[in-house]
């Protein structure tokens, strides 16, 4: 495997390697075992919401990127502290 091919992105505090720059939301789901149900957001630094990620959005990923994701019920339900 030629390591400038790799990627490294974490999703829900797991590593992962991939030797792809770009892959649909439900394909990052599928590398983490994450049912296609629920919600995957991008972690953006800053001010700001994260970025939620649709399924079939392709998401052009970059080495050390963090994603995490919750099930649908949990979102904008108001228990976010």
Same mark, same amino acid.
């Given at each position: &495997?030629?390591? /400038?091919?790799? *990627?490294? *992105?974490?999703?829900? /505090?797991?590593?992962? @390697?991939?030797?792809?720059?770009? &892959?649909?939301?439900?394909?990052? /789901?599928?590398?983490?075992? =994450?049912?296609? @149900?629920?919600?995957?957001?991008?972690?953006?630094?800053?001010?700001?919401?994260?970025?939620? =990620?649709?399924?079939?959005?392709?998401?052009?990923?970059?080495?050390?990127?963090?994603?995490? @994701? &919750?099930?649908?019920?949990?979102?904008? @339900?108001?228990?976010?502290?």
């Amino acid at each position: &495997m030629d390591p /400038k091919t790799d *990627i490294h *992105i974490v999703i829900d /505090k797991r590593e992962y @390697s991939v030797q792809t720059e770009d &892959m649909t939301g439900a394909q990052l /789901k599928a590398l983490a075992d =994450i049912p296609l @149900s629920n919600l995957l957001f991008r972690d953006v630094h800053g001010p700001g919401d994260d970025e939620l =990620i649709a399924n079939d959005s392709i998401v052009h990923l970059q080495d050390g990127e963090q994603f995490y @994701s &919750m099930p649908p019920g949990n979102f904008g @339900s108001g228990t976010e502290l």
